[in-house]
């Protein structure tokens, strides 16, 4: 167990359709980051919080928008769903950094499936 | 183009069969190259981050090493539950790219 959970495990929704993913980081962790995980493409980094404020941004569609709360938990929001939008969403946090790159403690994941 | 390509997609090893996994790389200002093992519809678990090239990290019977296109991760004596999907990542600036992972099935 990492110490980042998820929430939910699983969602399955229609496509047009808007859902949230929710994710706490690790005590003491002030980063998290969100990535997508779909069968042909590996694992895709989306987007990097650091306490609150956005810090990095990869390959995150108009649709989808992230935020960090002031009790460092995250919300993922993915709107007007798509049938390719089905994927492991996962979340990962880590501490801050001190001038090293830290390693990513990740979360067990969001299934979600687009009908 | 930043890229990350992790070779084999696939091996099959049987149990004390040693051997080794490999991540190359091609970017532009590396700040840290990094190993995961994932199991099954499980996030993946951190092994190793290694910073610059030359370095050598080792874990029970991984030992990861890195030059300056790519890096190694060498599996010693392999058990069956080393069994897993090893995956390799690479931070550019704030930037991560991951390759797609080399699935490890040891066999007794």
């Known amino acids: 167990d990492s110490g980042v959970t998820q929430t939910p495990k699983h969602l399955i929704t229609a496509t047009g359709q808007r859902v949230t993913l929710r994710c706490s980081p690790r005590?003491?962790?002030?980063?998290v980051y969100w990535y997508q995980q779909s069968l042909d493409q590996g694992l895709q980094f989306l987007i990097q919080?650091?306490?609150?404020?956005?810090?990095a941004k990869g390959n995150i569609l108009e649709r989808f928008s992230a935020q960090q709360f002031p009790d460092l938990h995250s919300e993922l929001n993915l709107s007007s769903l798509e049938l390719g939008d089905s994927a492991l969403y996962f979340c990962?946090?880590?501490?801050?950094?001190?001038?090293?790159?830290?390693?990513?403690?990740f979360g067990p994941g969001t299934r979600l499936t687009v009908l | 183009e930043d890229q990350v390509t992790q070779s084999p997609e696939a091996l099959r090893l049987q149990e004390g069969e040693s051997s080794s996994l490999n991540c190359s790389y091609t970017v532009s200002g590396l700040r840290g190259l990094f190993w995961y093992r994932q199991d099954p519809g499980k996030g993946p678990e951190f092994l190793f981050t290694l910073y610059s090239a030359g370095e050598e990290k080792e874990k029970e019977r991984l030992k990861a090493t890195l030059t300056k296109k790519e890096s190694f991760l060498h599996i010693t004596a392999p058990k069956p539950e080393d069994s897993a999907t090893y995956l390799c990542?690479?931070?550019?600036?704030?930037?991560?790219?991951f390759g797609t992972g080399t699935s490890l099935t040891v066999i007794p």
């Open positions: 919080y650091y306490n609150g404020e956005e810090r």
């Open positions: 990962a946090s880590s501490p801050p950094s001190r001038g090293a790159i830290n390693e990513q403690f």
């Open positions: 990542a690479v931070r550019t600036g704030n930037q991560f790219y």
């Open positions: 005590s003491g962790d002030l980063s």
